[in-house]
């Protein structure tokens, strides 16, 4: 028999074991940012785009094209690049700046300030930057241009 007290860390438990499975940002990213469930989204297919954004896993999406880049790659990369001395720093920063760009990416076309063709951008300056650290930061210092009130 389960006891009261017993049931009710049961049922806490089961919540919080569903609510990690539908997280589908990186493990070492999830501390820095909030969880993705707990998020304001304009719409259910803004909550699916931003899972694309992260995962690459398009989920019935019309028009989208499945795979890389996906934020939990590039992540990974950066802190590749940067090595384990960087990573301390590089990873929090890494992380907020996805949520940033892909909360506002994944909205409807018609509301949102970054493109596409921003991503292209800022993956490209992401990529040429000889320090990772730096190529963040000139893409937060854009990103946040972008989606400054106006």
């Given amino acids: 028999m389960i ?22 940002v990186r493990g070492d990213c999830r501390g820095v940012i909030a969880p993705s469930v707990g998020l304001k989204y304009d719409t259910a297919e803004h909550a699916r785009w931003y899972k694309r954004f ?21 992540v990974g990369k950066l802190l590749t690049k940067g090595g384990p001395k960087e990573q301390p720093a590089l990873l929090p920063k890494a992380c907020r700046l996805g ?5 506002e990416w994944s909205r409807d076309k018609k509301v949102k300030h970054i493109t596409t063709g921003d991503l292209k951008v800022f993956n490209s300056m992401l990529e040429a930057s000889g320090d990772p650290l730096r190529g963040v930061d000139q893409v937060d210092a854009k990103a946040r241009a972008l989606t400054a009130p106006r």
Avoid: K, M, Y
Wanted: with cysteine.
């Fill in 3 to 24: 006891r009261p007290s017993g049931f009710i860390l049961a049922v806490v438990l089961l919540a919080a074991g569903a609510a990690n499975a539908q997280e589908f």
């Fill in 99 to 103: 949520q940033l760009i892909g909360l």
């Fill in 54 to 74: 992260w995962t690459g896993d398009c989920d019935h999406l019309p028009f989208c094209l499945p795979g890389a880049p996906n934020w939990n790659d590039i």
